[in-house]
């Protein structure tokens, strides 16, 4: 098992700064990109060529070496595999010049958050995938991960990983089990609740317990929620607003509750067996890392053959181990049975299908709509 997860070494959650910056000197959103993103994919083949030498962008500590070494054993040439993403607003940054000029990043396969394949998908920055190339993509991606808001058929996108964000605590602490979203806004536990700064994932849970499907919500449902966690926040509820750094404060009875990752727990657990993880009975938020191909990448066949290898169940067995998150492949679950039935039976790594269809992926919201968002996040955090 990994000593840490990719989530607790650094946060996904992107800098609110940089974001509006980013907004505010593009060209997002113009006519120009979203006849763009209407223009409908045609059908493209993306012919068998040696892999050469390409390079697979990921973030830090997500994935076990051996898989790259075995692929290039077992396809020849060779993955320059870098772990040069930290965040997903830092990396956009970094290459978005690039991507407004049509011109390559230098980078075949980039592994980034929903909420950033929505404004990569939308503004064509990444080139269609040749589905004949991923016949184990077609047959073992999970079916609740099938059609995404921002990527109806897959046509750009492939999950590298997922994870749940619900609630996580300690029950000798709140002195009975917690079942619910509301729990998290229970004056029991006022002042020794956290809650996470992101909007995506806060606003999103909140607006469960408000009887709303997130990845449907409108913006003003969104910001609904939002009030909602302000007037707790205003009461006292919350000890703090978090990223990833709720952990040792969980983990040594500071706070009692935490809106929380599930891989997150895993690892806590190791340290502190009290603490559990719930999904709450309203459901869950979900998010998930996808591979994708930036536009004008040299090596789309290689891109495709890598994304292909890592849907082989036992491929994919080895990354979960090691991850500890939620694999979108197949079968996975019965393979890593046979070398680590303590994983294979944990419902934070391997949910139950009925626990799968209750996790929630994040809204495709326009930039305009995510601005508004999360400006009315910052009012509350403070940020």
Same mark, same amino acid.
């Given at each position: 098992?990994?000593?840490?997860?990719?989530?607790?070494?650094?946060?996904?959650?992107?800098?609110?700064?940089?974001?509006?910056?980013?907004?505010?000197?593009?060209?997002?959103?113009?006519?120009?990109?979203? +006849?763009?993103?209407?223009?409908?994919?045609?059908?493209?083949?993306?012919?068998? *060529?040696?892999?050469?030498?390409?390079?697979?962008?990921?973030?830090?500590?997500? !994935?076990?070496?051996?898989?790259?070494?075995? $692929?290039?054993?077992?396809?020849?040439?060779?993955?320059?595999?870098?772990?040069?993403?930290?965040?997903?607003?830092?990396?956009?940054?970094?290459?978005?010049?690039?991507?407004?000029?049509?011109?390559? !990043?230098?980078?075949?396969?980039?592994?980034?958050?929903?909420?950033?394949?929505?404004?990569?998908?939308?503004?064509?920055?990444?080139?269609?995938?040749?589905?004949?190339?991923?016949?184990?993509?077609?047959?073992?991606?999970?079916?609740?991960?099938?059609?995404?808001?921002?990527?109806?058929?897959?046509? $750009?996108?492939?999950?590298?990983?997922?994870?749940?964000?619900? !609630?996580? %605590?300690?029950?000798?602490?709140?002195?009975?089990?917690?079942?619910?979203?509301?729990?998290?806004?229970?004056?029991?536990?006022?002042?020794?609740?956290?809650?996470?700064?992101?909007?995506?994932?806060?606003?999103?849970?909140?607006?469960?317990?408000?009887?709303?499907?997130?990845?449907?919500?409108? !913006?003003?449902?969104?910001?609904?929620?939002?009030?909602?966690?302000?007037?707790?926040?205003?009461?006292? +509820?919350?000890?703090?607003?978090?990223?990833?750094?709720?952990?040792?404060?969980?983990?040594?009875?500071?706070?009692?509750?935490?809106?929380?990752?599930?891989g997150d727990i895993v690892q806590l657990q190791s340290d502190n067996?009290?603490?559990?993880?719930?999904?709450?009975?309203?459901?869950?938020?979900? $998010?998930?890392?996808?591979?994708?191909?930036?536009?004008?990448?040299?090596?789309?066949?290689?891109?495709?053959?890598?994304?292909? %290898?890592? %849907?082989?169940?036992?491929?994919?067995?080895?990354?979960?181990? =090691?991850?500890? =998150?939620?694999?979108?492949?197949?079968?996975?679950?019965?393979? *890593?049975?046979?070398?680590?039935?303590?994983?294979?039976?944990?419902?934070?790594? $391997?949910?139950?299908?009925?626990?799968?269809?209750?996790?929630?992926?994040?809204p495709a919201l326009s930039e305009t709509d995510e601005r508004t968002?999360?400006?009315?996040?910052?009012? *509350?955090?403070?940020?």
């Open positions: 098992m990994a000593e840490q997860t990719r989530r607790r070494f650094l946060g996904r959650t992107g800098s609110l700064a940089l974001a509006y910056a980013l907004a505010g000197c593009g060209i997002e959103g113009t006519l120009e990109k979203a +006849q763009k993103a209407a223009t409908p994919i045609p059908e493209v083949t993306h012919k068998k *060529v040696p892999l050469g030498n390409w390079t697979f962008s990921n973030w830090p500590l997500y !994935i076990d070496k051996q898989v790259i070494k075995d $692929f290039d054993k077992q396809f020849g040439g060779h993955v320059k595999y870098v772990e040069d993403i930290n965040d997903n607003d830092e990396f956009y940054g970094k290459v978005r010049q690039q991507l407004q000029a049509g011109e390559s !990043i230098g980078r075949d396969i980039v592994t980034l958050t929903d909420y950033m394949c929505v404004k990569w998908v939308r503004n064509r920055y990444v080139e269609p995938l040749d589905k004949k190339n991923l016949p184990n993509v077609v047959n073992n991606l999970v079916d609740n991960l099938k059609s995404v808001p921002y990527d109806k058929e897959r046509e $750009f996108t492939v999950p590298w990983q997922s994870g749940a964000v619900g !609630i996580g %605590y300690n029950p000798k602490k709140t002195g009975r089990e917690l079942n619910s979203v509301d729990d998290l806004f229970d004056p029991a536990f006022k002042g020794r609740v956290t809650m996470l700064n992101e909007a995506y994932d806060s606003a999103g849970l909140t607006l469960l317990s408000m009887g709303v499907n997130p990845t449907e919500a409108s !913006i003003d449902q969104i910001l609904a929620a939002i009030e909602k966690i302000q007037k707790a926040a205003d009461a006292g +509820q919350f000890r703090r607003f978090t990223g990833n750094d709720y952990s040792t404060d969980l983990a040594k009875g500071n706070i009692w509750v935490a809106h929380a990752y599930s067996p009290d603490l559990k993880f719930i999904y709450p009975d309203e459901g869950a938020m979900l $998010f998930t890392d996808n591979m994708m191909i930036p536009a004008k990448a040299e090596h789309m066949y290689a891109a495709e053959t890598m994304m292909n %290898y890592v %849907y082989e169940p036992e491929v994919a067995a080895t990354l979960a181990i =090691y991850v500890n =998150y939620l694999s979108p492949v197949k079968g996975v679950q019965e393979v *890593v049975e046979k070398s680590d039935p303590e994983i294979a039976n944990n419902p934070l790594i $391997f949910p139950s299908d009925e626990i799968r269809a209750k996790l929630h992926p994040y968002m999360k400006e009315a996040m910052a009012k *509350v955090t403070g940020a």
